[in-house]
């Protein structure tokens, strides 16, 4: 038996087990209707599209679920369930014509009412969970100026609304009235080509909406929970999944012996290490030790050996696409000299130990990548150690900063709005618990909050990132990089960041 024969003998398994799981029966190959997706982690929340906006939740959530605009993959804004924008010349009344003849799966009408019902939760009584809501609290007033138009009012210039607005996820109002947010995570409904029929442990299992806007050329949709890459990649060698998010760059070889395609898609985020300077005693609370810790990765190596240089390495925690990027900003490059010699002018010349979380796993090649910078960060006697958590474990503590490490690995994400100054939030003087606090740039944080316009924004966003890059605030890696698998039997595919063109796809038998 070949070693593909091998792993698509094990995969078989792997699939089986995870359908039985789900309470399905072992899917039959040839069904051309049934689009099959494994991601790593299921969304927080379940089908409350309002708890976090994260990677899993936006990965899902458009099955489900529209918003009022997406944001394509070069950060542009593009309809959803508005159809246009506009806004006042201080930013701060914006109206918003909705899209006509849109229905939700269970047949009811939407309008600008829905829209109304969403921001009222949002804006007054959210859970605690629903960190969607933190987008929107500088919305002041709102109201249905007609069946399709929505008028939003804000506190101060928010030239980013619109974009804010790609994770207004619009639910049913009167399901969630009835079911309560907690009820309706377990049997959403939405105006996405998807309604759930089944949401499991191991995964969801969703019916084709043939009246949606957005109708699928497929009957069903199946999405599995697989943290493990192995087993994301090993189910679609065996032909039982069509689509494996977040494998790792070497893995095309396998996938071209069965006929499927690894796409690269950039998203807009800062692969890092973030570290926890402002805990006592840290290290890492001198900025030579962390631009020492800059100096000692070799970048370059690390996206040829892991992402065969489809990405770019990183010296700031904008994104290309991201506002307030600026391309003038270069990564640090590899000097470990330097390193050296800066760890000596800051007391540390027989070195440092430190200890750095990371979830391991979910995303192919993490395990190795972070070894090698372990490596590269061993050979200036920057000590480290790995530790891996559970992705929940790992949200955990960041929300609770409960840490016991020294460091974490992080992406700086900026999403939802593409806007690089909010992926910097959590590094601020302002942000609880605090991890990181450069006094000087905290004017710059409230004139950015401030701004009437994006350009004058992204102008701000610039003076922050050289400020950040120059204070070497994290360790900077490469932009993010994500590689997906996706079968030779779909048709079709398009992804914008971490959004699925679920309605765009065609599955082949």
């Known amino acids: 038996m070949t070693e593909i024969s091998k792993v698509a003998t094990a995969a078989r398994s792997l699939a089986a087990i995870a359908c039985l799981a789900l309470g399905l029966a072992t899917p039959n190959v040839g069904a051309a209707a049934t689009l099959r997706l494994a991601i790593p982690n299921p969304p927080i929340g379940r089908g ?132 309560g947010p907690q009820g309706f995570a377990a049997a959403p409904v939405g105006t996405g080509p998807f309604r759930v029929e089944k949401w499991g442990p191991e995964g969801i299992r969703l019916d084709a909406v043939p009246t949606s806007w957005r109708a699928p050329k497929m009957d069903k949709l199946e999405i599995l929970f697989q943290q493990d890459a192995t087993s994301r990649l090993q189910g679609l060698l065996a032909g039982r999944i069509d689509i494996a998010l977040a494998l790792a760059a070497d893995d095309e070889a396998a996938l071209k012996t069965v006929g499927a395609k690894l796409l690269p898609v950039p998203i807009p985020s800062v692969t890092a290490i973030m570290f926890l300077a402002a805990k006592p005693g840290s290290p890492f609370a001198d900025e030579r030790v962390r631009q020492a810790a800059n100096y000692a990765v070799d970048k370059e190596r690390l996206v040829r050996a892991f992402f065969s240089g489809a990405f770019a390495p990183s010296g700031q925690a904008a994104a290309k696409y991201v506002l307030g990027h600026d391309p003038s900003i270069l990564p640090y490059p590899y000097d470990p000299a330097r390193a050296r010699a800066l760890l000596s002018a800051a007391g540390y010349a027989d070195g440092l130990a430190f200890t750095f979380e990371a979830v391991v796993g979910s995303s192919g090649s993490d395990g190795a990548m972070y070894q090698q910078i372990a490596q590269d960060l061993e050979d200036v006697k920057i000590h480290t150690t790995i530790r891996s958590s559970p992705g929940i474990r790992f949200g955990q503590l960041f929300r609770t900063g409960e840490w016991t490490s020294d460091a974490f690995a992080f992406i700086y994400g900026a999403e939802p709005a593409f806007d690089g100054i909010r992926a910097l939030k959590y590094y601020s003087c302002d942000w609880k618990p605090q991890m990181y606090c450069d006094p000087k740039a905290e004017p710059l944080f409230k004139l950015a909050e401030a701004a009437p316009t994006i350009a004058a924004r992204a102008q701000i966003g610039r003076q922050i990132m050289a400020r950040y890059h120059d204070q070497a605030a994290g360790l900077f890696l490469f932009d993010s990089p994500r590689f997906h698998g996706v079968s030779g039997r779909l048709r079709d595919f398009g992804m914008q960041n971490t959004r699925i063109e679920f309605e765009s796809i065609h599955v082949d038998p």
């Open 48 to 179: 409350n599209p309002y708890q976090a906006p994260g990677p899993a939740n936006t990965l899902v959530a458009p099955a489900i679920f529209d918003a009022l605009t997406v944001i394509d993959g070069k950060g542009q804004l593009t309809p959803g369930l508005a159809l246009s924008w506009s806004s006042d010349a201080a930013a701060k009344v914006w109206t918003f014509k909705l899209r006509p003849h849109v229905t939700f799966s269970n047949g009811t009408a939407f309008d600008a009412e829905a829209v109304v019902a969403a921001l009222t939760y949002l804006t007054k009584n959210p859970l605690p969970g629903d960190l969607v809501a933190i987008e929107f609290t500088d919305v002041q007033e709102f109201q249905a100026l007609d069946p399709l138009t929505v008028q939003i009012k804000t506190r101060h210039p928010m030239p980013l609304l619109p974009h804010m607005a790609s994770v207004l996820f619009i639910v049913e109002p009167n399901t969630w009235r009835a079911l």
